[in-house]
């Protein structure tokens, strides 16, 4: 699916993942993620029921090979839908492109779906102005849930969004 990005009016493609992506996938959640997900996570994920989609900028001439910028992983069971990754590649954030995937990925939920959950680190500020900005609410925490960086621990902030309205 063709879409376009209002932020600098550039055309994407939105397609379901596939294993042929998880070398540059793996690539890009490397540089991304503090705590990225390994080959088996994705694989796992490809394997099972989740909904895996990647966004690609589009070639601009026929020498151009269209380039993997964002992704996102999610999981639906009865009547939600949890986000479990979403990723832009650094290069090309900022840009809009995770609002663009996070709209799209809301708007494209049938309506047995009621409600959106999400789980986000608490220093991971950017991530949370994003979530912030598609009236995701807090609606708990799970205490020092992940290992941080300094070898501690920090809070998950669940955050969820209803789509019954
Ligand atoms: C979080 C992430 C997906 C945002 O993607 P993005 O394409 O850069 O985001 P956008 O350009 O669409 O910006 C969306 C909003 O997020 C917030 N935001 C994004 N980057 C930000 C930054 N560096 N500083 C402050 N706010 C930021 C802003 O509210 C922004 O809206 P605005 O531009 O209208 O002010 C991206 O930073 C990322 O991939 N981070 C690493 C992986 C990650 O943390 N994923 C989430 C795990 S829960």
Redesign the pocket.
């Known amino acids: 699916m063709k879409i376009i990005n209002p932020?600098n009016q550039l055309p994407y493609c939105l397609r379901e993942m596939n294993a042929g992506d998880l070398h540059t996938v793996l690539q890009i959640e490397n540089v991304?993620?503090?705590h990225p997900w390994n080959q088996a996570s994705f694989q796992s994920s490809l394997d099972s029921s989740h909904q895996c989609y990647v966004l690609e900028n589009v070639a601009s001439d026929h020498n151009d090979k269209a380039i993997i910028v964002?992704y996102a992983v999610i999981s639906t069971a009865a009547d939600e839908a949890e986000?479990l990754?979403?990723?832009?590649s650094?290069h090309?954030?900022?840009?809009?492109?995770?609002?663009?995937l996070l709209q799209y990925l809301s708007d494209s939920f049938d309506k047995t779906i009621a409600s959106f959950f999400?789980?986000?680190?608490r220093s991971?500020?950017?991530?949370i102005?994003?979530y912030?900005?598609h009236y995701f609410n807090e609606v708990g925490v799970r205490a020092n849930y992940y290992p941080s960086n300094n070898g501690g621990r920090e809070d998950a902030i669940i955050m969820a969004k209803s789509l019954s309205l």
């Open positions: 932020r991304a993620q503090l964002a986000l990754n979403i990723t832009v650094p090309f954030q900022r840009q809009g492109l995770g609002h663009l999400l789980e986000v680190r991971n500020h950017q991530a102005a994003l912030d900005a």
